[in-house]
């Protein structure tokens, strides 16, 4: 699909999920996979295009022909992604970045004596990495950020999009519904892809690679 419709572009894809260290042994994480940044990642470089994969705690191996930078934390992918940006066509931002992170990484483990019944953490929030590359992104680039959402009902989810899509200022937002059994870590996905004022340009199911073709679709 698309032929090499893609050839001489750049695209950056970011994938999988942020971990947020505590100590040297414990972090804060989320559940993404980094099946559908993987997916999009492929079917970009399969369309043409020269690619470079943001990892971030991939479950599945990463395309070995294509450019990867490993990443641990947000203010890590949002150095490593604000670089690749620069000269980058396609930015998308398929990763689940970590909204806060620890206000202190202890420097040893943190003991069970310290914390006695209850253990509060403070938590400090991360840059919104999507929105800083909407603002600043160069002529002719296309922004595209993802909303995993729990919200069962397709309206009031859409209308959830509709907010985000405006609040970060990208061209795409694609909409999927995540929870404890569906999205994240799943082989297939299902979404709603909004382009900048709203409206639905595409809604597809299936595969993750044959999600990723026709995001993409929508993007070339
Ligand atoms: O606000 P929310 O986390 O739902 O937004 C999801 C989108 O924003 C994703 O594209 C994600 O990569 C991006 N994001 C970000 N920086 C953050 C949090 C999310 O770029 N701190």
Same mark, same amino acid.
């Given at each position: ?37 993987? !997916?999009?990642?492929? #079917?970009? $470089?399969?369309? %043409?295009?020269? @690619?470079?994969?943001? *990892? &971030?705690?991939? /479950? ?70 999507? !929105?800083?590359?909407? #603002?600043? $992104?160069?002529? %002719?680039?296309? @922004?595209?950020?993802? *909303? &995993?959402?729990? /919200? ?69």
């Amino acid at each position: 699909r698309g032929g090499n419709d893609l050839a001489g572009k750049r695209v950056v894809v970011t994938a999988g999920g942020t971990r947020e260290p505590l100590d040297p042994v414990r972090f804060l994480g989320n559940r993404s996979s980094g099946r559908q940044g993987v !997916a999009l990642a492929q #079917a970009a $470089r399969a369309r %043409g295009a020269e @690619v470079t994969l943001i *990892a &971030a705690h991939l /479950e599945v191996p990463a395309p070995d022909d294509l450019t990867v930078i490993e990443v641990q934390t947000a203010l890590e992918l949002q150095e490593a992604v604000t670089e690749v940006a620069a000269s980058a066509d396609i930015v998308v931002m398929t990763a689940a970045v970590a909204d806060y992170r620890p206000a202190e990484v202890r420097d040893a483990k943190i003991k069970k004596t310290e914390a006695g019944e209850t253990l509060t953490l403070e938590l400090v929030a991360n840059p919104d990495i999507l !929105a800083g590359l909407s #603002a600043g $992104r160069r002529e %002719g680039q296309v @922004v595209v950020g993802f *909303a &995993a959402e729990t /919200e069962p009902d397709p309206s009031a989810l859409i209308e959830l999009g509709r907010g985000k899509l405006e609040a970060k200022g990208c061209d795409f937002l694609v909409i999927n519904q995540v929870g404890w059994t569906q999205g994240f870590a799943t082989e297939s996905n299902e979404v709603v892809v909004l382009r900048r004022g709203g409206d639905i340009v595409m809604e597809a199911s299936g595969s993750k690679l044959s999600v990723a073709d026709r995001i993409l679709d929508v993007i070339a």
